[in-house]
């Protein structure tokens, strides 16, 4: 089985717009680096330390100050941003550095409750957890993570992000702590926050195997919200998912056996292709809760 069969099943994503690039832009290592010049340029007094991970997504820039604050840029978006128009490399980069301003200035004021209703759920692996403690162990910020993690099902984990219209930014646990968010407030937060995308969440296909659709940053998670779509999923025993990529989630009826194959062929092949892949394992929703599906 392969994305071949998913596309026709689909109909697949609409092709992303081709970068109105020159010939010659920057390399994601040249643009990271312009990035931290500007963040030098800033703040001369902050300590920075660039990584690149296996994917655009995990590149980051980690910064800090003498006062105690730290934050974590990342650079995936801004430098996509900079491929669809080169030439606005100046204003990309001004642009992140008043987000990065901003995360300075929220530090300074401490507890501001209108900024979580941006907070929402992302789904990361474990991998990519190991791998950010590595980064921030390197650095000598091992104790100082700049993202809450919480073990979520099989080889997934649950962190969050602080998506606002000019940045995003991943959520640290200071910075939930001066909120006054614990765990349990904190995950119900982001949820009620995820749940105003319900009425753009697009369920499509037929015959067993189902594509569920919405931004391409939250379709992974819309499967923690499942209780409040399931009627759209006509299955007869439990609704099994691939949680494949951050932007692809998909879905099939766990007494189908030719579906479930179909499914992992399918969630084989999308973690590993992926920019945003996440897991290879199947997964069922049981007493309200994510778990990994052995079946």
Known sequence: MSLSLLNRLFGGR????????????LDLHAFTERYAQALRAAWPQAQLRVGFGAQL????IDWSLPDGFADTRFVGHSYRRYLDAPAALEQVLAEQVAAARES???????VDAGLDEAILPVLKTRGWHELAQQQARSIGGGARLSFVIEPLAGDLVLTYAEDRP????????????????DRDSLRACALRNLQKFLPE???QGDGGLYAVRLDRNYDASMALLFEHWRARVP???EAVFAIAARDELIVCDSLDRHG????????EEISRGSAYGLSARLFVHRAGALCAFDG
Do not use: K, N
Not at 57 to 60: E, F, G, I
Not at 166 to 181: F, I, T
Not at 260 to 267: G, K, T
């Open 260 to 267: 479930l194959r179909a499914l992992r062929s399918i969630a």
């Open 104 to 110: 300075q200035r929220r530090f300074g004021r401490g």
């Open 14 to 25: 609409e092709p992303r717009p081709e970068p109105h690039a020159p010939a010659y832009p």
């Open 201 to 203: 969440l697009d369920v």
């Open 166 to 181: 000019d940045s995003m930014d991943y959520l640290s646990p200071a910075e939930a702590e001066r909120r006054g968010l």
């Open 57 to 60: 997504a995990d590149t980051r």
């Open 235 to 237: 299955v007869r025993g």
